[in-house]
Nanobody, 115 residues
Framework: QVQLVESGGGLVQAGGSLRLSCAASGRIFSINHMAWYRQAPGKQRELVAVITSGGSTNYADSVKGRFTISRDNAKNMVYLQMNSLKPEDTAVYFC?????????WGQGTQVTVSS
């Protein structure tokens, strides 16, 4: 099994930056893709960014040019650098790891962007 723990969320003014971190443990060699999702109150969970084991990335249109996902396979870490934050980015952010047969999820970290 794989366990994921997010950190780095908090309060920030519009235009500011935060970096989220996700630490993976357990059967980390089972991990292929890793991703960040977010869920705002009253809304569906949405995919924010995904990164493959080879480092290829994809982003939601709403965050392109502002967010950057990266991973350090040696440290079993994935990051989400969030710049030029907007109030609409306010959500709980979840780290996810795609395994061979299932997906592992972190507990989430709150990001609040004030206007």
């Amino acid at each position: 099994q794989v366990q994921l723990v997010e950190s780095g969320g908090g309060l920030v003014q519009a235009g500011g930056s935060l970096r989220l971190s996700c630490a993976a443990s357990g059967r980390i060699f089972s991990i292929n893709h890793m991703a960040w999702y977010r869920q705002a109150p009253g809304k569906q969970r949405e995919l924010v960014a995904v990164i493959t084991s080879g480092g290829s990335t994809n982003y939601a249109d709403s965050v392109k040019g502002r967010f950057t996902i990266s991973r350090d396979n040696a440290k079993n870490m994935v990051y989400l650098q969030m710049n030029s934050l907007k109030p609409e980015d306010t959500a709980v952010y979840f780290c996810a790891a795609q395994l061979v047969h299932t997906t592992a999820w972190g507990q989430g970290t709150q990001v609040t962007v004030s206007s």
